[in-house]
């Protein structure tokens, strides 16, 4: 009964944030245990939005133009359960990008991603928001 309840709070989370079933994400697991409902901001791989190293990420890839709206970082309480390359749904503002977990947020925050964008500009439009973190298994 617990299994059906689960999986009938992913349908109704990604279908309230996407208008998409699950079915529509075939890969993904479907243990509720591993969705996360998480604030979600954005960042540049400039120095006024990261560390001392704006062009590389914490798993030391190195940005280029294709990973933007591909990469997230994690914060540290999310980032203990995976490794960097894992991938993800991330389900926010009406729609789901597949993107892959290669950076880390500083130690204070909780329960929050942020997600590569190409300009300060596009980070501020993108602000601070709630969204939906779904691993995909493969």
């Known amino acids: ?41 954005a960042y540049t791989n400039s120095p006024r939005c990261t560390d001392a190293t704006p062009g590389r990420t ?19 309480d999310l980032a203990r ?13 009406g729609k789901s990008h597949l993107v892959e977990f290669q950076d880390l947020m500083p130690k204070k925050h909780k329960n929050k991603i942020d997600f590569l964008l190409p300009s300060r500009r596009d980070c501020m439009r993108f602000g601070v928001t709630q969204g939906v973190l779904i691993p995909v298994v493969d």
């Open 58 to 76: 914490a798993s030391s890839m190195r940005i280029r133009p294709e990973h933007y709206r591909k990469v997230v970082a994690l914060s540290p």
């Open 81 to 93: 359960n995976y490794e960097f390359g894992d991938r993800f749904y991330l389900v926010v503002n």
């Open 1 to 41: 009964m617990t299994k059906n309840i689960g999986m009938l709070s992913i349908y109704c989370l990604a279908t309230m944030f996407c208008q998409l079933p699950i079915a529509a994400y075939p890969s993904t697991n479907q243990d509720n245990s591993d969705l996360h409902r998480v604030t979600v901001s």
